[in-house]
């Protein structure tokens, strides 16, 4: 059973939750349509934030660009100090090209992690203060350059805007290693030797250095978080149906934890454990209520139900999927049998069920440093590291 101290803050944390959903429906009741802001949101005003520092502490460097002058559409990169000498990596402001040095290290290309975080689709964000201790953590043990995905929220930006979001992000990363190209093709030729500092030549306006110079899109990885493996889950199936024409960027696998799947059908799990620590169904439905249309409020939309079977495209054509479960979370059968249907598919999709655990267990703020949290990490960057290995699949379960 979780401790006594994860009982009392999950108390607290649900009056906070329900008075946060309380306040946004009221706001939504007495808003038109036309009163609302598109330009959208990311972030709630009590969100505890972190700020982005592009020097290399505790292994990893950030920083925040903004991608849509539409829309509030933000991310967080996390680049871990591999990439640069080591005797570079601690305080160095990192510009996002490699020092000119003959170390081996010098471009080293990493692979791309896109991360969408949890909250409901109401709330969270993508520089939280435990969602930024999270994706450095993931940065470090996987060896990847983690993107944060400050998609918008709902009720301001209602479905599809967070889906779409996660969708323009990959491809934005296409453009992104599109004008890379370019740039390595076009480098400066100094001492007869050619320059790939891609920042200097064509797309310098366009082109995000950090990425140009160590990303690596053609071993892209999918990681949603709660409400943010749903989206992470619609990215993955548009990248299936997109195939070549994602080109360099290629979707070698996604790993949902604790989905925020539900279905107008109620599982085992929903009926035993719909008042659970931290997001009890009823919360979850009022978040489903605000995140949906009006005039599509479902909960067997695709959004929410990944088993209906108008969901294109056939599940045998899903990039390999790691699923993590918590016990004690209502919305445990459903990730599981969504986990069972790819299997019997022959997709490769391991079921991950922690003993004790709560949802959210490994990335809300107060049990970020349990023994479960920490493992869980591990155990993702082992799976993970399967299909981003250059050299071959060197780790399995």
Not at 195 to 214: C, I, R
Not at 215 to 227: A, E, F, K, N
Not at 346 to 369: G, R
Request: charged share 20%; glycine share 6%.
């Amino acid at each position: 059973m979780p401790t006594l101290a994860v009982k009392l803050y999950s108390i607290f944390f649900k009056l906070n939750k329900k008075h946060q959903l309380y306040n946004l429906r009221i706001q939504t009741e007495s808003s038109s349509l036309q009163d609302r802001n598109p330009f959208g949101t990311t972030c709630r005003p009590d969100e505890a934030v972190m700020a982005s520092n592009p020097t290399f502490i505790d292994g990893v460097a950030t920083k925040d660009i903004h991608i849509n002058p539409s829309s509030c559409l933000t991310l967080r990169i996390f680049l871990p100090n591999t990439v640069v000498e080591s005797s570079l990596a601690d305080a160095h402001v990192y510009k996002g090209y490699a020092p000119v040095t003959a170390g081996r290290n010098r471009h080293k290309k990493l692979p791309v992690m896109l991360q969408f975080h949890g909250g409901g689709f109401v709330s969270g964000s993508n520089d939280s203060v435990a969602n930024d201790a999270f994706c450095r953590r993931i940065a470090k043990l996987c060896d990847v350059i983690v993107v944060a995905v400050g998609y918008r929220l709902a009720p301001e930006s209602r479905y599809p805007a967070s889906f779409e979001d996660g969708l323009n992000v990959l491809n934005w990363i296409k453009k992104q290693a599109n004008l890379a190209q370019l740039g390595n093709r076009h480098g400066k030729r100094l001492g007869g030797i050619r320059e790939k500092h891609v920042f200097d030549e064509f797309g310098v306006s366009m082109l995000e250095p950090w990425l140009a110079a160590h990303g690596d899109p053609s071993r892209c990885v999918l990681l949603g978080v709660s409400s943010g493996a749903n989206i992470a889950d619609f990215v993955a199936r548009k990248a299936v149906e997109a195939g070549k024409l994602l080109d360099p960027v290629k979707v070698v696998a996604q790993v949902l934890m604790y989905p925020f799947f539900m279905g107008s059908v109620s599982t085992n799990s929903e009926i035993k454990l719909s008042n659970s620590y931290f997001y009890n169904k009823a919360m979850c439905l009022q978040a489903w209520k605000l995140f949906l249309p009006e005039k599509e409020f479902n909960l067997d939309h695709p959004a929410a139900n990944p088993l209906i079977p108008e969901r294109g495209p056939p599940l045998k054509h899903m990039p390999p999927t790691l699923t993590v479960v918590a016990e004690h979370d209502w919305m445990r059968d459903r990730a599981i049998a969504y986990s069972e249907e790819l299997r019997k598919v022959n997709v490769d999709a391991p079921l991950l069920d922690y003993k004790d655990a709560v949802h959210e267990f490994a990335t809300l703020d107060i049990l970020l440093q349990t023994p479960q949290a920490l493992a869980c990490a591990e155990d993702i960057s082992i799976w993970v590291k399967k299909y981003i290995s250059i050299r071959g699949h060197e780790f399995s379960y």
